[in-house]
């Protein structure tokens, strides 16, 4: 007997593999998406600091943006940058 | 004359006996009145009027009864004396009663009008005599009361002598007469025009012209000597002081009559109204009859004939009656009786069939209708309530219905009752034994969210549109209103409405009905099966676990029907309510383009790789459903080692995708999914739609024939047990067979490569079915409501046995709020229909027991 496959229809999820499971900022699932957004994944990526630390991507934004002075990692209060 | 003189009186009185003896008992001879008047005047002059009065009574009294009362009521005697059933031969002979009616009381009448003009001849001679005589104070009185008293006379003999089976002969009578004008009737076809017509020329040539001298030639209608016969017989009757006996007599016979014309209009045919046919009839046959016999009995006051200046309550209704004009008032006091009675005992004969009347929902809808207009008409509501209970009580909440057909039953009593109820009172009467019942059987939330968003489910009985499940349609009944009626009826309201829907409490029993339903709130079918789950919170739930197992179990991506439905949930629940699900059928769309995406570029690398062979997979055949963990109610997730080509095919993809979207990953649900197969054998090819693990099971055989449960088991890395139950679809379908190994728990599976020494004709079955396994033998990826909510409750289930041996036995809401107050590590934050479910949950487990409302430890 042979078996030949004519449709393999697989389930998968996706993660965004980060150290942590919620966003410092808004305390949401990493997997899900920030208090913004409607959708999880492309419409609402992760981005990690130099320092290492991951958020929402619109959460670090709106952090940045109200810092007056010079903006600070939420998490180890060392300068933000991006990693690059 | 010598007043004093005693020989005078007594020959003056024996004179007088033997005048009135001659009078009464002569062949009709009144000519002794002459003779009469001095003897009279003389005893009335000795004050013997009284005597004169009384003997001369007596004495008609006597001759009355011993010759025309005896013969009258000999007529009967056949009939009076016979047993009941021999009284039945009686009934069918179709003269009868008739014909011994009408001659006996033709003779009788006769009798009786001799002895009146003989009273006539008495009362005449006294009246001369008091005219010559100063005293008339004294015996005006004789002769003004002789009549009366001689009419009292006739009716107590009478009644006195009455057979107890004479009002039943009348009866019997009225009922064959009125039948034989029933049937002339239905001979002029029941139109309307008929009737006119019939009635309108009878009226004209035959009544007026009748009324004047009996027995003139002219052009009688059949109907209208029928009535003329039932006239004189009434008449008769009448004079003998039966009037009342009489009126009952043909009353109770008119509304047998009309009793079994509503029966035979309305019978068991929902689907056409009969309430304006039976009205028709009343004013064709019963009105037109009463018509003709009070114009006959000469009882009719028409307005027409100026007399109008008694107006009552009635005179404004209807104005003129076809074949009849304007009614008098006996007349519609006739109509308004017969109508009441036509309206109630239709009312009862739907009320007492509601039950499949609702079952036929819509197309019952004329008898709905009908009974709604009865209702309106005898204020009876509470008749329907009490008996629709109790049918459902009866039919429909027991245990061998399905939670399907109450359900649907359900809604078409929702349907059905809003039109003849629109403030839903009574609704909300006869639904709540439905709901409670509902709310102990545990398939109820999956019911009815299968039937609120699957088109092609529940609705097995055919009726409404194909495709269309219940949320569709209430959407749709929606919209139509909106346009019927937009100004009170906007997207605020309806939101509104469903806000309100839970904390909705039924009106006043004394509600107005007739206040309209525009002010008042719509009845949401909706709101009303929410109200049955609880919350919309747990009928959302429920949905997406069903969402997520059905979308998990396809094999494509094709979800247009459930993007519609969520529209119309999200109209329903709000959006926010319906975000995860959303997100999950967001993924399926994303999945979609993902795949093409990943496919066209790994399609593209591996056709440079040259020298493929042809029995290695192409990347293809694999699509990938990937999901938004979070979002997706808890996926039961399994170990299987995939074959290796497949596992192969899945790293390639999952590498694509870290490609793409870096730097997110996939993780392989291994166990989930769809697998098309196409076995092939030496004579014959068997395709199958399976799950994974059918899959990997069944691949393994083509390394080698035969394989024991535990080695193939370590091979597909499931343990034994789950691999023997799931080996068993193939060997239900005959590509493998089961043999006892040299281990008694092992066995040995080996597949049929050749069909020659089995049934080769069941090949052609094998591909019929080939795609239909997914129902029942698919297995479920997505952890159930109940589930969850077991795993969730099971740390409270110590508290409850805790209570319950303290206790002994609870209420359901003792508990719930026990645990409310008492359970703090973890708090308790359960609803009343979690806990009921969780607890008959416990019940089936038979760790508790239910009596009459009460949980108790099971022993
Ligand atoms: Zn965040
Ligand atoms: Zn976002
Ligand atoms: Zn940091």
Same mark, same amino acid.
């Given at each position: 007997m042979k078996v030949k496959v004519l449709q393999w229809h697989a389930v998968a999820s996706w993660t965004w593999d980060a150290q942590d499971e919620t966003c410092g900022i808004c305390r949401m699932a990493f997997d899900g998406c920030c208090p913004d957004c409607k959708f999880p994944g492309d419409d609402c990526t992760l981005i990690w600091g130099a320092c290492n630390h991951a958020f929402h991507l619109h959460c670090i934004l709106k952090w940045v943006n109200s810092q007056t002075s010079i903006p600070l990692c939420p998490m180890c209060r060392r300068e933000w940058q991006f990693k690059g | 004359m010598h007043l004093d003189d005693a020989d005078g009186a007594l020959d003056s009185w024996a004179r007088f006996c033997s005048l009135s003896?001659?009078?009464?008992?002569?062949?009709?001879d009144l000519s002794v009145g002459p003779r009469l008047a001095p003897v009279v005047a003389d005893l009335c002059a000795r004050g013997l009027a009284t005597l004169v009065r009384d003997y001369f009574l007596?004495?008609?009294?006597?001759?009355?009864?011993?010759?025309?009362?005896?013969?009258?009521?000999?007529?009967?005697?056949?009939?009076?004396? &016979?047993?009941?059933?021999e009284r039945i031969k009686f009934c069918v002979q179709e003269s009868w009663p008739e014909d011994v009616l009408s001659i006996a009381l033709e003779d009788i009448c006769l009798e009786k009008s001799y002895q009146e003009k003989c009273v006539l001849v008495l009362v005449h001679v006294l009246q001369s005599y008091e005219?010559?005589?100063?005293?008339?104070?004294?015996?005006v009185e004789f002769s003004s009361s002789l009549m009366p008293r001689y009419q009292l006379m006739v009716s107590s003999v009478l009644l006195t002598t009455l057979p107890l089976s004479f009002p039943e002969i009348l009866n019997i009578y009225f009922k064959k007469k009125l039948e034989e004008l029933n049937t002339m009737m239905d001979g002029s076809d029941e139109t309307d025009l008929a009737c006119h017509e019939l009635f309108g020329r009878s009226k004209v040539s035959a009544w007026d012209s009748k009324?004047?001298?009996?027995?003139?030639?002219?052009?009688?209608s059949e109907s209208g000597n029928l009535v003329r016969n039932i006239g004189k017989v009434v008449r008769d009757l009448r004079c003998l002081g039966f009037t009342s006996m009489t009126e009952d007599s043909y009353s109770s016979a008119i509304i047998w009559l009309l009793k079994s014309k509503v029966y035979e209009l309305a019978g068991d045919d929902y689907r056409i109204p009969v309430l304006g046919r039976v009205k028709k009839w009343i004013q064709a046959v019963p009105l037109q009859f009463l018509h003709s016999l009070l114009a006959y009995l000469g009882d009719s006051v028409d307005y027409e004939s100026g007399l109008s200046g008694l107006k009552s309550p009635l005179a404004s209704r209807p104005s003129s009656f076809p074949g009849?004009?304007?009614p008098s008032e006996a007349l519609l006091r006739w109509h308004m009786r017969?109508?009441?009675?036509?309206?109630?005992?239709?009312?009862?004969?739907?009320?007492?069939?509601?039950?499949?009347?609702?079952?036929?929902?819509?197309?019952?809808?004329?008898?709905?209708?009908?009974?709604?207009?009865?209702?309106?008409?005898?204020?009876?509501?509470?008749?329907?309530v009490d008996s629709f209970i109790s049918s459902l009580r009866y039919r429909l909440l027991t245990a061998g219905a399905s939670t399907n057909d109450i359900l649907h039953q359900y809604v078409s009593t929702i349907k059905a009752l809003r039109s003849i109820d629109p403030t839903g009172v009574f609704l909300e009467a006869v639904g709540e034994p439905i709901r409670d019942y509902l709310r102990g059987r545990k398939d109820t939330i999956k019911c009815i969210v299968t039937m609120l968003t699957d088109g092609s489910g529940g609705n097995t009985n055919g009726s409404g549109n194909a495709g269309d499940n219940l949320l569709e349609e209430l959407n749709r009944d929606a919209e139509n209103q909106e346009n019927a009626d937009y100004d009170d009826h906007t997207n605020i309201d309806e939101k509104q409405a469903w806000l309100n829907s839970e904390s909705w409490e039924p009106d006043p029993v004394e509600a107005d009905p007739l206040k309209g339903s525009r002010n008042r709130r719509k009845i949401d079918i909706l709101g009303l099966m929410v109200s049955i789950i609880g919350s919309k919170d747990q009928l959302v739930n429920e949905y997406r676990v069903m969402l997520a197992e059905k979308l998990l179990s396809k094999s494509d991506f094709d979800i247009d029907s459930d993007i519609r439905t969520l529209e119309l949930l999200k109209i329903h629940f709000g959006e926010s309510s319906m975000q995860k699900c959303e997100i999950m059928l967001n993924d399926l769309i994303d999945s979609k383009r993902t795949n093409s995406n990943i496919k066209t570029s790994l399609l593209r690398t591996f056709e440079t790789v040259a020298g493929q062979e042809e029995t290695e997979m192409s990347h293809d055949v694999l699509d990938a459903t990937i999901i938004s963990s979070n979002f997706w109610p808890p996926i039961q997730t399994e170990d299987l080692a995939v074959p290796a080509s497949v596992d192969q095919m899945l790293s390639d993809f999952a590498k694509r995708f870290h490609q793409i979207k870096t730097p997110r990953?996939?993780?392989?649900?291994?166990?989930?999914?769809?697998?098309?197969?196409?076995?092939?054998?030496?004579?014959?090819?068997m395709q199958f739609t399976v799950v994974p693990v059918h899959a990997a099971i069944v691949m393994r055989f083509q390394e080698k024939p035969s394989w024991t449960s535990k080695t193939l088991?370590?091979?597909?890395?499931?343990?034994?047990?789950?691999?023997?139950?799931?080996?068993?679809?193939?060997?239900?379908?005959?590509?493998?067979?089961? &043999?006892?190994?040299?281990d008694a728990d092992d066995h040995i599976f080996t597949v049929v490569d050749s069909m020659s020494d089995v049934n080769k004709n069941s090949i052609v079955n094998e591909s019929c079915e080939a795609f239909q396994m997914t129902e029942d033998e698919g297995e479920s990826s997505v952890a159930s409501v109940e589930e969850q909510l077991k795993k969730e409750m099971t740390v409270y289930e110590k508290f409850i046995i805790g209570m319950l041996t303290n206790f002994g036995n609870m209420t359901l809401d003792k508990i719930h709020n026990t645990l409310k107050m008492f359970c703090a590590e973890p708090s308790y934050d359960k609803s009343l229909q979690q806990l009921q479910s969780f607890l008959s949950g416990l019940v089936s487990d038979e760790k508790l027991e239910m009596r009459d409302g009460l949980y108790l430890l099971k022993k």
């Open positions: - | 003896g001659e009078l009464v008992g002569g062949a009709g007596h004495n008609l009294e006597e001759t009355f009864r011993n010759n025309a009362v005896k013969m009258f009521w000999q007529k009967f005697h056949p009939y009076c004396n &016979s047993s009941a059933v005219e010559k005589t100063e005293n008339k104070l004294k015996t009324m004047d001298i009996d027995g003139q030639e002219t052009v009688i009849i004009g304007v017969l109508e009441y009675f036509a309206y109630e005992t239709l009312q009862d004969l739907r009320i007492g069939k509601l039950f499949e009347i609702i079952v036929d929902y819509p197309e019952s809808s004329p008898a709905i209708e009908d009974l709604k207009q009865c209702l309106e008409y005898t204020g009876q509501h509470s008749k329907l990953k996939l993780l392989w649900k291994k166990n989930l999914g769809m697998v098309k197969l196409e076995l092939q054998f030496e004579d014959r090819n088991a370590t091979e597909i890395g499931i343990p034994v047990d789950s691999l023997n139950r799931r080996i068993g679809f193939w060997t239900s379908k005959g590509v493998l067979t089961e &043999s006892v190994g040299p």
